[in-house]
């Protein structure tokens, strides 16, 4: 079914989007869970996770410049007919570095090309106003027809990038209730994302797995531009499902009671 969508550039994407850190290992919780999340996705897996958001109208996903991932989103292509938006955050410590990264993501069908905080913040200078080797990686991600944007975990990147009037379409940052991996305090990220002009993306709305959908998705599309987009982890296509159906009731205005989950010391809670 349709889903909310936003723009970036020319290209449209739905506003909540298929993140990957799960499919790769990343639980940003603990080692355990990471060994856990690799054998547990297997191509079978990731591919039913993709199914189930294509089910919902989610036509957009993030990762980085993944060999396995780009067969996995052909392959999904090839069986349903459904286009994928990649977008792709190539990393390296300089512009060089980053470039060969830049290349094969234009070699693969990236369409949005952000490279990874690692780039990004480490090479952000605000009391210059300038990222170091910012202008030169991004006039190579255009000369390879992709459309760039930054991904950092520094709502300075944005004041810094939007002043200097770089040739950026998007950002991705961290934002959610808690404020995890957010460096300042969800206020002022929340008022960066808002006076931007550009989209952004934000990553980690529920904490990586600190935070109970409805509660995490309520502040992040509470507090964001109409505009932007959110990119949401899931562990399995029921737990897409249930997310992106938040999500959806949010975007749209409608409100809904969601099942609570149950247990034995929450009997006195019920009437």
Known sequence: MPF????????????????????????????????????????????????????????????????????????????????????CTPGGNDWKEVEPGVKWCADHGVEICLPHQGFTDNNLIPAENRIAGGPEILQCIRDNGMIPGWSTHRPETIIVSDKAGYDVATYILPYNSIGFLCPVETDWTGRVIRETSKPVICIKPLG????????????????????????????????AKEDITIARDLIEGREREYELQYTRSKASLVR
């Open 4 to 87: 909310p969508m936003t723009s970036i550039e020319h290209v449209q994407v739905s506003r909540v989007l298929c993140g990957t850190n799960p499919f790769f290992g990343f639980s940003h919780f603990s080692a355990a869970r990471d060994a856990w999340l690799r054998n547990h996705f297997t191509k079978e897996r990731i591919l039913e996770v993709l199914e189930a958001c294509r089910l919902e109208g989610i036509n957009g996903t993030i990762s980085s410049p993944n060999p396995f991932y780009h067969e996995i989103l052909r392959e999904h292509e090839r069986q349903t007919g459904h286009h994928w938006v990649w977008m």
């Open 208 to 239: 990586a797995g600190r935070v109970m959908p409805p509660t995490g998705l309520s502040f992040v599309f509470g507090s964001n531009k109409p505009i932007d987009t959110v990119a949401i982890g899931f562990l399995g296509p029921g737990e």
